[in-house]
């Protein structure tokens, strides 16, 4: 079975720092795109950027540049979304997905990791 | 980068047929996917490439495409489609519509 495992929920105080990870299974994690979108309480999704684990090859939004580092670790096949320095807005739910190769969309989800920041 | 815009919400009653539309610039010249999401869950592939459904998604969600507007069509709406719609651009923007949320009267 094709699925992606993320780390549990976090509780941070701002200014500290936190990674979260999204575990691949049952495919080739090196072949495909991973995405990280965020979903804000209450609000739509939101597209942070994406890696391909093969390479390393990054890409990120606009919004996002800067702000967040993706990585992965292909010996693992895990990904991974860090922060340096959390605000309280960073307090979200963060989504992991693999792009489906020949523009299939983001064809397979991982469960959520809910990240609170507050002092 | 550029903006997908929905309608906030959609409501039909069961067995009609829902149109959730997607408006932007680039659309015509983009592929575009459509995801739904439940209360609780993470969201779920129902179209890609405009108008392909993936296996295991049901026969009534269709998509297609219009000049800047992309159109998902739930016909025969069931009470267990009530959930939010969110289109996204096949390009290496991303970007995804504000999200539409469809309920079943």
């Known amino acids: 079975e094709v699925q992606l495992v993320q780390s549990g929920a976090e509780v941070k105080k701002p200014g500290e720092s936190l990674k979260i990870s999204c575990k691949g299974s049952?495919?080739?994690?090196?072949?495909?795109?991973i995405g990280w979108v965020r979903q804000m309480p209450g609000k739509g999704l939101e597209w942070m950027g994406i890696?391909?684990?093969?390479?390393?090859?990054?890409r990120y939004s606009p919004s996002f540049q800067g702000q967040v580092t993706i990585s992965a670790d292909k010996s693992i096949s895990t990904a991974y979304l860090q922060w340096s320095s959390l605000k309280a807005s960073d307090t979200a739910m963060y989504y992991c997905?693999?792009?489906?190769?020949?523009?299939?969309?983001?064809?397979?989800w991982g469960q959520g990791t809910t990240v609170t920041v507050s002092s | 980068s550029y903006e997908l815009t929905q309608p906030p919400s959609v409501s039909v009653s069961p067995g009609q047929t829902a149109r959730i539309t997607c408006s932007g610039d680039a659309l015509p010249k983009q592929y575009a996917y459509w995801y739904q999401q439940k209360p609780g869950q993470a969201p779920v592939l129902v179209i890609y490439k405009d108008s392909e459904r993936p296996s295991g998604i049901p026969e009534r969600f269709s998509g297609s495409s219009s000049g800047t507007t992309v159109t998902l069509t739930i016909s025969g709406v069931q009470a267990e489609d009530e959930a939010d719609y969110y289109c996204?651009?096949?390009?290496?923007?991303?970007?995804f519509g504000g999200g539409t949320k469809l309920t079943v009267l």
């Open positions: 997905a693999r792009h489906g190769s020949n523009l299939t969309g983001m064809d397979v």
């Open positions: 890696i391909y684990p093969g390479d390393s090859d990054t």
């Open positions: 996204q651009s096949a390009d290496s923007s991303g970007v």
């Open positions: 049952g495919y080739s994690f090196t072949s495909y795109w």
